[in-house]
């Protein structure tokens, strides 16, 4: 399979949106995350995400097919509750970017696209001038019962590409996993990468 990866911004990001949409439902919807995807919810989120005027949307592309895709923009941007807990510790959100999902259907995945996704971001990131990088992953306890046999997590490759998880910095989310009747709050751990 040949994967094009393509950084995409401003008015073009538009284009993308249900594409952005289906792949976060569809990867999600797996462990860690186990979501239980809401085509409703799923437009109001992704039209934040388009509204935010740094934005940048990388897209993998099989032809003109998109099979992955990765979001970044400026932490000033985000909801409040992402933003607090560098606040409460004094890190300035002026210089940091935010890594938000980065998605991609399991048969196109060790194929480098994870990297060029991050290589991607990165590249948003200084030019935007950030001094620095974060996301957030999902805490799941090592015995989760929907964890599965022979699961990897991907602390390795982030600590490969020069992330480190900040004891502490941690935030909420909420969403609706499968066979869960409501929203229930998750805990995200936030991991972070200066810049040179």
């Known amino acids: 399979m040949s994967v094009t990866v393509r ?10 949106l249900a594409d952005l949409a289906r792949l976060r439902i569809a990867v999600f919807a797996a462990f860690p995350y186990l979501y239980d ?3 409703a919810y799923e437009a109001d989120y992704v039209k934040e995400f388009a509204a935010e005027p740094g934005s940048v949307l990388v897209a993998a592309f099989d032809g003109s097919r998109v099979v992955g895709a990765a979001t970044a923009s400026p932490m000033t941007g985000q909801k409040p509750e992402f933003q607090a807990p ?3 510790r004094g890190i ?3 210089g940091l970017f935010y890594f938000g999902e ?14 060029a996704f991050f290589d991607q971001r990165e590249a948003a990131a200084h030019a935007a001038g950030a001094d620095a990088a974060c996301f957030a992953a999902v805490i799941r306890p090592a015995d989760h019962p929907a964890r599965p046999a022979g699961y990897s997590p991907l602390d390795r490759f982030w600590h490969r ?14 969403w ?21």
């Open 161 to 174: 590409r020069g992330y480190e998880p900040v004891s502490g910095l941690v935030t909420q989310l909420a």
């Open 176 to 196: 609706k996993e499968h066979g869960e009747a409501v929203e229930t709050s998750k805990s995200m751990q936030y991991w972070l990468r200066r810049f040179p």
């Open 86 to 88: 560098f606040e409460e």
């Open 7 to 16: 950084r995409i911004s401003g008015s073009e990001i538009a284009c993308h």
């Open 92 to 94: 300035a959100t002026e």
């Open 37 to 39: 995807g809401d085509p």
């Open 102 to 115: 980065s998605v991609l259907l399991p048969e196109y995945r060790g194929q480098g696209v994870g990297h």
